[in-house]
């Protein structure tokens, strides 16, 4: 496990609220796409964590994609950073990883920055060995990260891109992920990623419709 500091190398906005961080780590690290870093950040004397899933980490880069929520001790902090700055953090953590099972199809189902966990199992590419969707719940378009790279990814034909927003009006699906999930699920397993309404409102959903706990896997982004 690495524990010590990361160096801010890249800061990019993506959305008005979001950034992708590149950090350089003090010594090359693997980790399992899903996996997590818990940073410490210090407010009055306290060390507070917060935890971010790898987007990607190749050496000793580290890559983030983070929300900005209002008034957010970790959020201020991030939306503060100067390249250079210095940030204490752990892992990677979590047992929120692809793991195959006998079941042909994968359900990938995010909200927001959600979607960072499914973003690195992705590229990583084993998961694709399956029939993969992945319902994907944003506010409005410019909140659809990555999307050009999903939508080539749906060109081929085990990958499909269900983007729902529900604060703008377009012409793809609309409204929450709760709205879409699928109508057969069986010999499928749901991986879930978000805030912890929407994955519990969701599992409860799955469960209803005879889903397995087996077969459903989450990350709670509380
Ligand atoms: C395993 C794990 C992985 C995570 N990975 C990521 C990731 O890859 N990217 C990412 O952006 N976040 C991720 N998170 C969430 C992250 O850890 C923080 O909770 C988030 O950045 C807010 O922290 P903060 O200190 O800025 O806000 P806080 O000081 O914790 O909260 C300030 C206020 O904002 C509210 N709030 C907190 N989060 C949200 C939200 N998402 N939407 C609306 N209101 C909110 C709080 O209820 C509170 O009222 C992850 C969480 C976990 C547990």
């Given at each position: 496990m690495y524990i010590g500091n990361a160096r801010l190398t890249t800061k990019e906005w993506i959305s008005p609220r979001t950034l992708i961080l590149e950090l350089e780590l003090e010594s090359e690290q693997t980790f399992i796409p899903g996996q997590f870093f818990t940073f410490f950040f210090q407010r009055e004397g306290k060390k507070i964590p917060r935890s971010y899933s790898i987007l990607g980490m190749e050496g000793k880069k580290l890559t983030l994609c983070i929300k900005l929520v209002e008034q957010g001790v970790a959020s201020e902090v991030f939306e503060a950073?100067?390249?250079?700055?210095?940030?204490?953090?752990?892992?990677?953590?979590?047992?929120?990883?692809?793991?195959?099972?006998?079941?042909?199809?994968?359900?990938?189902?995010?909200?927001?920055?959600?979607?960072?966990?499914?973003?690195?199992?992705?590229?990583?590419?084993?998961?694709?060995?399956?029939?993969?969707?992945?319902?994907?719940?944003?506010?409005?378009?410019?909140?659809?990260?990555?999307?050009?790279?999903?939508?080539?990814?749906?060109?081929?034909?085990?990958?499909?891109?269900?983007?729902?927003?529900?604060?703008?009006?377009?012409?793809?699906?609309?409204?929450?992920?709760?709205?879409?999930?699928?109508?057969?699920?069986?010999?499928?397993?749901?991986?879930?990623?978000?805030?912890?309404?929407?994955?519990?409102?969701?599992v409860d959903l799955l469960k209803k419709k005879g889903v397995a706990d087996k077969h459903i896997h989450i990350e709670r982004y509380d």
């Open positions: 950073a100067k390249l250079g700055d210095e940030f204490s953090l752990r892992g990677p953590f979590g047992r929120f990883v692809y793991q195959e099972d006998e079941n042909p199809n994968v359900f990938l189902i995010a909200t927001d920055t959600g979607i960072v966990p499914f973003h690195a199992m992705l590229e990583q590419g084993e998961i694709l060995k399956k029939n993969v969707t992945l319902l994907f719940g944003s506010r409005n378009q410019e909140e659809i990260y990555f999307r050009e790279q999903y939508e080539e990814l749906a060109k081929k034909d085990n990958f499909t891109f269900l983007p729902t927003l529900t604060r703008e009006e377009w012409d793809g699906l609309q409204g929450r992920v709760q709205k879409h999930l699928p109508e057969w699920a069986i010999f499928t397993t749901f991986y879930i990623c978000g805030r912890k309404e929407m994955v519990l409102e969701v």
